[in-house]
């Protein structure tokens, strides 16, 4: 059990244009989910964090704007890269909790973005 | 060994010896932590937990081990195999609500057959 999916995979766009990001837990209901970025060779970054239902947290020196993440049910989350430009091209991984705080937290396989 | 900079750590070990894997935590308010494996490509599948009233747990063929004094974790991997290779993370949960976890930078194994 504790499975969480992205979608999609890989993505590859032109600079300029948005992307949407899809995080689901597939078995569980998840209160509360993280997004992370994690460029080569370096560790993971707290994006934001969201509850369901409710606005996303962002970590310091994230644009709020650029990186819209919605959380409208216990199973799935967005995040939607806008107006992507080459310097968004990263490895973005969600992951879901069942309560937040101390719970574990379950990773998704990450997405691999590339922006043009 | 270790190096700094651009390049992750890196541990090479002999298939079947023991492998230990270091981490340094920043916050003395932490009380959670946790191992997380990541192989090339992948997200990050988690290996064992361990929290602030524990120095030591083990599970199968992995034990980890917290200092508090010195904050410090590691995590020991015995009779290591190749399907060990991967990076591995350390987090800390330093508690609050939302439950965010801060990562190490990460030490790659490589396992030798």
């Known amino acids: 059990g504790a499975v969480v999916s992205q979608h999609p995979s890989r993505v590859i766009c032109k600079s300029g244009t948005s992307v949407k990001i899809e995080c689901r837990s597939l078995?569980?209901?998840?209160?509360?989910m993280f997004w992370y970025r994690q460029f080569p060779k370096k560790s993971l970054m707290l994006m934001a964090t969201?509850?369901?239902?409710?606005?996303?947290?962002?970590e310091q020196g994230v644009e709020k704007d650029k990186f819209l993440i919605n959380h409208a049910s216990l199973t799935l989350s967005t995040l939607t890269v806008t107006s992507a430009h080459p310097e968004d091209s990263s490895f973005y991984i969600c992951?879901?909790?069942?309560?937040?705080?101390?719970?574990?937290?379950?990773f998704g396989p990450g997405t691999r973005l590339t922006v043009l | 060994g270790e190096s700094v900079g651009l390049h992750l750590p890196t541990l090479s070990v002999q298939e079947g010896d023991n492998s230990i894997i270091n981490c340094a935590y920043s916050?003395?308010?932490?009380?959670?932590f946790i191992w997380y494996k990541q192989e090339s490509g992948k997200g990050p599948q988690f290996i064992i937990d361990?929290?602030?009233?524990?120095d030591k747990r083990q599970g199968q063929r992995v034990t980890v081990l917290l200092n508090k004094t010195v904050k410090h974790l590691s995590l020991q991997i015995a009779a290591t195999q190749p399907g060990d290779s991967a990076v591995y993370f350390c987090a800390e949960n330093y508690g609050g609500s939302q439950g965010n976890l801060i990562f190490g930078k990460g030490t790659k194994l490589s396992v030798k057959p």
């Open positions: 361990i929290r602030s009233n524990m």
């Open positions: 916050n003395s308010a932490s009380d959670y």
């Open positions: 992951s879901a909790s069942r309560t937040g705080g101390r719970d574990t937290q379950y």
């Open positions: 078995d569980f209901q998840a209160t509360t």
């Open positions: 969201s509850n369901e239902g409710s606005k996303a947290t962002y």
